[in-house]
């Protein structure tokens, strides 16, 4: 069962404005990448469904995170079937993010009150998707459909809709300014925050500096 409500989830993921996604097939690592970013401000996480077993580490984590890092907010990614979705949120998934929309994962998780964050790609996805009952959907991939100018052409004539974009985002000033510029809701960002580099070196406190600069960026941009 799921930790975190759909409304508290949503909430704070508007809150801080960025959710890191990573995956790490080793528990011990993927739970000091946990730590670490919690301990920098950012604590909805997504971890992807990408490798073999991943629900295993996911379900491992989630339980390590219920006891010593209460305040992790754990979702699956990268879920494109009821089944998978089903498999994470009865191992605790506090909610589910799809690279495409599916009606039958859209049903699911509002049926259990989790929030699903759908991939989309076209103004008619996102529609779709709303449709659906989905309050944000996932632009994805965020760079290749169009950018900053997308989600700001789609926002015109859909002001109430609440986009995060992954894919495309980087670190820096200047993307999450246009970014931010443009209306979305929040970003995802993977391997430009959760590095190679940082996880190879098991630099913990580096990823924690990361994280929390990310997050001061954006309410700079924000002004809040």
């Known amino acids: 069962m799921s930790r975190y409500c759909r409304l508290d989830v949503l909430n704070q993921i508007r809150q801080v404005g960025v959710v890191p996604v990573f995956y790490n097939a080793d528990v011990e690592t993927a739970k000091a990448i946990v730590r670490a970013?919690?301990?920098?401000?950012?604590?909805?996480?997504?971890?992807?469904?990408?490798?073999?077993?991943?629900?295993?580490?996911?379900?491992e984590l989630e339980r390590h995170c219920e006891k010593e890092i209460q305040?992790?907010?754990l979702g699956a990614g990268s879920v494109i079937d009821s089944a998978t979705a089903a498999l994470y949120i009865n191992n605790g998934a506090s909610f589910i993010v799809g690279p495409s929309t599916n009606p039958?994962?859209?049903t699911l998780c509002h049926r259990?009150?989790?929030?699903y964050i759908p991939g989309c790609a076209t103004p008619t996805e996102i529609s779709n998707a709303e449709a659906l009952g989905c309050d944000v959907v996932k632009v994805f991939p965020g760079d290749s459909v169009g950018g900053p100018d997308f989600v700001k052409?789609?926002?015109a004539?859909?002001?109430?809709?609440?986009?995060?974009?992954?894919?495309?985002?980087?670190?820096?000033?200047?993307?999450?300014?246009?970014?931010?510029?443009?209306?979305v809701f929040a970003v995802g960002i993977g391997s430009k925050l959760i590095s190679s580099d940082i996880v190879k070196a098991r630099d913990w406190?580096?990823?924690?500096?990361?994280?929390?600069?990310t997050i001061q960026l954006i309410q700079g941009i924000r002004g809040t």
């Open 37 to 59: 970013c919690v301990d920098g401000g950012a604590r909805v996480l997504e971890f992807t469904n990408r490798g073999d077993h991943a629900w295993e580490v996911f379900s």
């Open 71 to 73: 305040a992790a907010v």
């Open 104 to 106: 039958e994962v859209a």
């Open 112 to 115: 259990r009150k989790v929030a």
């Open 153 to 155: 052409a789609v926002l």
């Open 157 to 183: 004539p859909m002001p109430w809709s609440s986009v995060m974009p992954t894919g495309g985002v980087d670190i820096t000033r200047e993307s999450l300014a246009g970014w931010f510029g443009a209306g």
């Open 205 to 213: 406190p580096a990823l924690t500096k990361r994280v929390r600069s």
